[in-house]
């Protein structure tokens, strides 16, 4: 069986990581699979490109450079994801796509896979898989929806954009992606149960058959250390009640959630029997440490961490992983923080509780309350059978999220897939 998955980006954010680690779960299990990507910012032995010379190099920094700035010309300056999809290229002469027995579809904005690009694959007659790992593939340009409906119907009156109204480019997008979807048969994967329960809800693609098989992780790169240890590599004193966080702040995405995250600190370091002085924070993933605001408790800055094997030191160092997204599919950094034996607390929302168990291998709290947030930081802090909860976190990624359970679930589809093809 041959395998080729596309995706816009390596290893560029959640997707171009999900993309990568289900290729090497495969290969692991002797399957031929191959990722393609519409651009690498830098030579790779992991991925091919579509855009290898100088002239597709050139045209591909254009589409994606112009699909964001003209997206973000339309769009309202709230830090939530639109894509216009008006520019892309045809991938259908490329040799591995036309060699492989199933075309798995990612992440494939920015300039990559427009709604033509996307219903002209139905012409190679093969099975095409396409794993949403945000919400734009069914909706009228939004990455994120929060509580707009609108993507049941036919959008229109967009909540994102400067001029909407019931013919918008909301509207207009949906209407192409209706066009190109009547052309194009493709299976859907949902990493998490929400995502399969959103796409259910949408007139795109509502009536399409969706499998739920969660992403997968490196279980022998994200494993848990020793906390004392771990601690000791942040240069952190052992005895320290570390929490951690993976992003502060986000400036480009609202769903993120930093702000709750804040007023759960200064919540948590107001309780009685909160002991300021034993806790330190640890914020990961962001370079730029201007404009932050005053934490109550003595805080590390670590910065984006590019080595996996560091980075899962730094999670094991954690007593807590905390992540305050208001809207997430299946975010790494959760099942990342629970590879290591590190509990997460976060909201109940999106694919989350499809990996944290409430009051098992970590707390859900209740959405957007920071109050609740807090409740979760100190249910850990006072906690006496932390080990316990330690191992169980470990314990649900081998169980249900390893990579020969993921790659198998795959391989599973595939073949139903290819046994369905007209001989």
Same mark, same amino acid.
């Given at each position: ?26 290969? &692991?299990?002797?399957?031929?699979? !191959? ?45 939530? @994801? ?18 492989? !027995? ?9 300039? $990559? ?24 593939? $069914? ?40 066009? &190109? ?26 009536? *399409? #058959?969706?499998?739920?098989? +969660?992403?997968?992780?490196?279980? !022998?790169?994200?494993? +848990?250390?020793?906390?004392?240890? #771990? ?9 320290? $009640? ?26 948590? #370091?107001? *309780? +009685? ?10 914020? $990961? ?32 160092? &954690?007593?807590?992983?905390?992540? @305050? ?5 299946? @975010? ?10 590190? @509990? ?20 859900? #709290? ?17 906690? !006496? ?8 976190? *470990? ?29």
């Amino acid at each position: 069986m041959k395998v080729v998955h596309l995706n816009t980006y390596e290893g560029n954010g959640g997707a171009g990581r999900a993309c990568l680690r289900l290729s090497s779960a495969l290969k &692991a299990q002797d399957i031929d699979s !191959d990722v393609i990507v519409y651009f690498q910012f830098k030579e790779s032995n992991q991925t091919d490109t579509f855009s290898k010379t100088p002239f597709q190099k050139a045209r591909a920094v254009f589409n994606i450079l112009s699909e964001r700035y003209l997206s973000k010309a339309v769009s309202k300056a709230l830090k939530t @994801p639109f894509s216009l999809q008006w520019f892309g290229r045809s991938v259908i002469r490329h040799p591995k796509v036309q060699a492989a !027995d199933i075309i798995h579809l990612h992440w494939v904005n920015h300039g $990559f896979l427009s709604p033509k690009f996307l219903a002209e694959l139905d012409e190679l007659e093969k099975p095409v898989v396409w794993t949403f790992h945000d919400s734009n593939a $069914f909706t009228g340009g939004c990455h994120v929806r929060y509580s707009c409906e609108n993507y049941h119907k036919e959008c229109g009156f967009c909540p994102l954009l400067k001029v909407n109204g019931k013919n918008d480019i909301s509207h207009q997008t949906w209407a192409r992606k209706k066009k &190109a979807y009547s052309e194009l048969n493709c299976h859907i994967v949902a990493p998490s149960n929400w995502m399969a329960n959103s796409v259910k809800f949408s007139s795109l693609m509502g009536a *399409r #058959a969706v499998t739920v098989i +969660p992403n997968t992780i490196e279980t !022998d790169v994200f494993k +848990p250390y020793v906390k004392s240890e #771990a601690k000791k590599i942040l240069k952190i004193q052992p005895d320290k $009640f570390v929490l951690m966080s993976g992003f502060m702040p986000s400036k480009n995405d609202k769903h993120k959630g930093t702000s709750y995250l804040i007023a759960a600190l200064n919540d948590l #370091a107001s *309780r +009685p029997g909160i002991v300021k002085e034993n806790i330190e924070l640890v914020i $990961f993933g962001n370079n730029d440490q201007a404009d932050m605001p005053e934490f109550p408790f003595k805080t590390t800055f670590l910065g984006t961490i590019s080595n996996d094997s560091h980075l899962a030191k730094c999670y094991s160092a &954690a007593d807590a992983f905390i992540t @305050p997204s208001l809207e997430d599919n299946l @975010p790494n950094t959760v099942m990342e923080s629970l590879a290591c034996a590190t @509990p997460v607390v976060a909201f109940k929302t999106g694919g989350i509780p499809d990996m944290v168990r409430h009051l098992e291998n970590g707390y859900l #709290a209740d959405y957007e309350s920071s109050e609740d947030l807090a409740t979760g930081m100190e249910w850990l802090y006072h906690e !006496d059978h932390a080990a316990e909860i330690q191992k169980e976190a *470990r314990r649900t990624i081998l169980m249900q999220f390893s990579e020969t359970v993921i790659a198998e679930k795959h391989l599973l589809l595939y073949q139903s897939l290819i046994n369905q093809q007209p001989r």
